[in-house]
Every structure is written in C-alpha cells, then in structure tokens.
C-alpha cells in the first residue's frame, strides 16, 4: 500500500514575526552598540537591548517544529517528517513513539483568564535517536490535524492509514446534479429576458 500524504509548509505568518524581531533586534542593537560607544553603561539598557538583540536567534532556535516544507508520508513500515529545509526524517512505524501536546494560548488579566485561543497540537515522533517535533499549524490544511493524528496511531498499531479526509473548504465545488426540465426552462428564460 502507498503511503499517504500530508502537505505541510511553514505557516505564513512565521516568517513576517521573525523579519519585525530582527527589525527590533537590529534597532537594539544599535542603541546598545550607541551607548556604549558615548559611555553610558547602564545595565537596564544593555540587558534589555541585549536581550532584544538576540531575540530573533532565540526565536529561531526554539520554534522548529513551526518551519516544515514538503510533506509528511505515513506508511505501514516508515512515517518520513520533513524539517525546515525539506529534508525527510524517517521513523519506523513500529517503533515510533508519539507525543501529542495541544497548544492553547490563554489571555489573562492578572490572575483571571479572560480567553482561550487554541492553536493546534505539537506532535512529538521518536524512534530510538531519531526525534522531530512538528505542528499541526504547519499542515496545507489545518482541518486535517486530526486524521493525522488518528493516521500516526493507526501505524503505530500495524494498521493501515486513512489519508486525510477530502477538503470541503470554499475552493471546492461540489458535482452538478443533472438538471431537470423546468431548470432548464428557466435558463432559456432569463437568458431570452437578456
């Protein structure tokens, strides 16, 4: 049997939240690099600048699993996850171990939380050495989160994947059913009225 596909890209909105950190970072940098170079030392400035200088490298280093590009295939004998380059990790169905962390950003007031905004699931694969840890905001589709799911527990178990379900989104179009006479009735009127 063929494995089955899921696309999956960086989201959209990652890269322009790195681009304004990088912006903020260079700007800090250079009020840091200014004061210095006037004498003015003071730890405030120098640790927060510091601290919004590298902002963009640690941003980067602690958000892979929101960089993916290709797709993922998931197969009775290997599930491949692709990392931010495109380049596949391979795991054995068998003995892959998965970890599934729902993702939910709380608004809080204090100590009250006011809102709930969930934002997907961080799929944690393993097998042996081998490890990736991949979103499901990184799917072509984001409706597809859970048959993934579902599909990596299938394998896990030696059974055979479902492939994600058929997109109903506003692209698709539904077949047309065979049009009876009085439709065609008023086609040839309106089309007369014209």
């Known amino acids: 049997m ?3 596909a899921y696309p999956v890209r960086t989201p959209p909105a990652y890269w322009p939240v790195v681009g304004v950190l990088f912006g903020l970072g260079a700007a800090a940098g250079y009020v840091c690099v200014l004061a210095l170079m006037q004498g003015y030392f003071a730890w405030t400035i120098v640790g927060l600048g510091g601290l919004v200088a590298v902002s963009p490298a640690i941003y980067l280093l602690t958000t892979p ?3 993916a590009r290709g797709e993922i295939r998931i197969g009775l004998e290997h599930v491949e996850v ?4 495109g380049v596949p990790v391979r795991f054995a169905s068998a003995r892959l171990e998965l970890t599934v962390t729902r993702v939910v950003v709380r608004f809080k007031v204090t100590v009250l939380t006011v809102g709930e905004l969930p934002r997907g699931m961080v799929l944690a ?3 042996g050495e081998k490890q990736r840890k991949i979103s499901t905001l ?3 589709d984001p409706q597809q989160a859970e048959a993934l799911v579902a599909d990596l527990e299938r394998v896990r178990r030696g059974v055979a994947p479902q492939g994600p379900p058929v997109s109903q989104g506003p692209g698709v179009r539904r077949p047309e059913r065979p049009r009876d006479e009085l439709e065609a009735q008023l086609e040839r009127e309106l089309a ?3």
């Open 2 to 4: 063929e494995p089955v």
């Open 65 to 67: 699993e929101y960089r």
């Open 82 to 85: 692709p990392d931010g380059r």
């Open 125 to 127: 694969l393993r097998d």
């Open 138 to 140: 990184t799917l072509a």
């Open 192 to 194: 007369a009225m014209d």
